[in-house]
């Protein structure tokens, strides 16, 4: 690991103690990512694609030298097709919003039991609303999504597909490329959750050829508060605008209004400049370091914590075959919210309970699981120090 590497991040030199598990719940931040916003706020304050201002001018170039970084970060074809919001939630909710006033009864919405509820819950208030068919994919013995078997389910009802591109409690990545030209085959369109790929694996948008795809700032080393949108310009411009409001206005007259272009037509009222501002030293850091060597790391670590795990018997593991650093496990007959107690005295960090997936809970037939997630600034001594408490937390149970 580059030896400065943790230098990187102030909240480990502020925590010396924590060993920090829970990253894909969200990272830790990047210094730089912290410095650009403290110096927007310090410096400027100003808003953006208002004031003709010194100011005012370099805060718009700053913006939107972010949505050039995203751009390049998943390959867009132009950046007019990045829309920030407030996170992946806000991303597919918009998306839900407007494919609401478009489906009808005897459409089809496929999507599956892998999905974090920010992707689950807008489509199946959406199918509710609209009398569509909420179909779940097919998910293979070890609950991958199925992308065989996912393209024979897809028919000329299917209007849209829902998927996650990599599960933040299994930790595996579906196979969307098949899926996606199968779906596109019957003019269905779909929609990425790339919340947990952001961080992990390079996203090429016109490799994948998805319509729509959304992440979120604060997994990926940046801020909380800023997410993505993105879509294919053709498919995002037909998007009925979630807000409006400010800035996102062209004429308005006493009846009728009428909205600027992409992608400020998206984007009304003020938005998380401060944010939006930290969020491309963050992206630039995982792009310079590459996401080759955040997965090897990963991995590298998950496979040391599963060799652990599998050599002792009280330990149950339900994703021995992660395709990224996310191992979830239980204490047999202990509940893990008791382990998390134990593991949060000892200064470590792990998330507990049903990680927003809660279809895949009833899956695994338990309410909560412990779910250990790598970043590169974890190392080998933080899995020594996990693995002491786990044992002396079972130790402890047990009596
Ligand atoms: C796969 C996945 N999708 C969506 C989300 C929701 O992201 P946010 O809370 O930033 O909107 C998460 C966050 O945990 C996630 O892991």
Known sequence: MESTLKSRFKAIDKNPSLVYLDSAASSLKLNTSLDAMIDYYERSGANIGRGNYVLGIETTQAYEASRDMVAAFIHANQREEIIF???????????????????????????????????????????????????????????????????????????????????????????????????????????????????????????LDCDFLAFSGHKCFGPTGVGILYGKYEALNQLTPFEVGGGMVDEVDLYEQTYFELPERL?????????????????????????????????????????????????????????????????????????????????????????????????????????????IYNDEEDIKKLLEVIDSAFQFFQT
């Open 85 to 207: 919001t407030k996170g992946t939630t806000q991303s597919m909710n918009m998306l839900a919003y407007h494919f609401e006033k478009l489906l009808k009864i005897g459409d089809e919405i496929i999507t599956s039991e892998l999905e974090h509820s920010a992707a689950l819950l807008p489509f199946q208030r959406l199918a509710k609303n609209t009398g569509t068919t909420l179909t779940y994919a097919v998910l293979d013995q070890e609950l991958r999504i199925d992308s065989e078997e996912v393209v024979k389910q897809i028919s000329s009802l299917t209007k849209l597909v829902v998927l996650t591109y990599v599960s933040n409690v299994m930790g595996y990545i579906t196979h969307l490329k098949p899926i996606i030209e199968k779906a596109h085959q019957v003019g269905a369109l779909v929609i990425v959750d790339a919340a947990q790929a952001a961080p992990h694996i390079p996203i090429d948008v016109q490799t």
């Open 267 to 375: 984007e009304a009222g003020t938005p998380p400049i401060a944010e939006v501002i930290g969020l491309a030293p963050a992206l630039r850091y995982i792009k310079d370091i590459g996401h080759e060597y955040i997965l090897k790391h990963a991995k590298f670590l998950q496979k040391i914590l599963i060799d652990e795990l599998k050599t002792r018997s009280y330990i149950h593991i339900y994703n021995p075959n992660a395709d990224i650093g996310i191992t979830t496990f239980n204490i047999k007959n202990v509940h893990a919210h008791d382990v998390q107690s134990f593991l949060s005295e000892h200064h470590i960090a792990v998330r507990t309970g049903h990680h927003c997936a809660k279809l895949l809970q009833k899956r695994f037939q338990t309410s909560a699981t412990i779910r250990v997630s790598f970043q």
